[in-house]
């Protein structure tokens, strides 16, 4: 079955930097828009970035939550599977459970994400 694994969150302070990383199993990963979301206990889940498939020699588009553009990063590496969420220069308010998410549709509402990861808790104190 299709599988997402996030890693690489932790406790950091703000103005830190963290990258996050999720990896697909069980399915073909370039035929898959990959995306971030997040979510606190006050907040539904939202989006934070997305990012398209690849085309050959033409770079993947991009999306970004507007609070984040200019701090974080989505990339994505086909021949790891892999997905990447860069985060710098992180705020007290980025502080959330983060979720990789795959879908069909490059877009960022959540209910066209099929396949999601388990989470990755990333906090920034102050």
């Known amino acids: 079955q299709v599988q997402l694994v996030e890693s690489g969150g932790g406790l950091v302070q703000a103005g830190d930097s963290l990258r996050l990383s999720c990896t697909l199993s069980?399915?073909?990963?370039?035929?898959?828009?990959m995306a971030w979301f997040r979510q606190t206990p006050e907040k539904e889940r939202e989006f934070v970035a997305t990012?398209?498939?690849?085309?050959?020699?033409?770079?993947?588009?991009?999306i970004y939550e507007e609070g984040v553009k200019g701090r974080f990063n989505i990339s994505r590496d086909n021949d790891r599977n892999t997905v990447y969420l860069q985060m710098n220069g992180l705020k007290p308010e980025d502080t959330a459970i983060y979720y990789c998410?795959?879908?069909?549709?490059?877009?960022?509402?959540?209910?066209?994400?099929?396949?999601w990861g388990q989470g990755t808790q990333v906090t920034v104190s102050s």
């Open positions: 990012i398209g498939r690849n085309n050959p020699g033409i770079p993947p588009n991009t």
């Open positions: 069980g399915a073909t990963f370039t035929r898959y828009v």
């Open positions: 998410a795959a879908g069909g549709r490059f877009t960022e509402s959540s209910t066209y994400y099929t396949y």
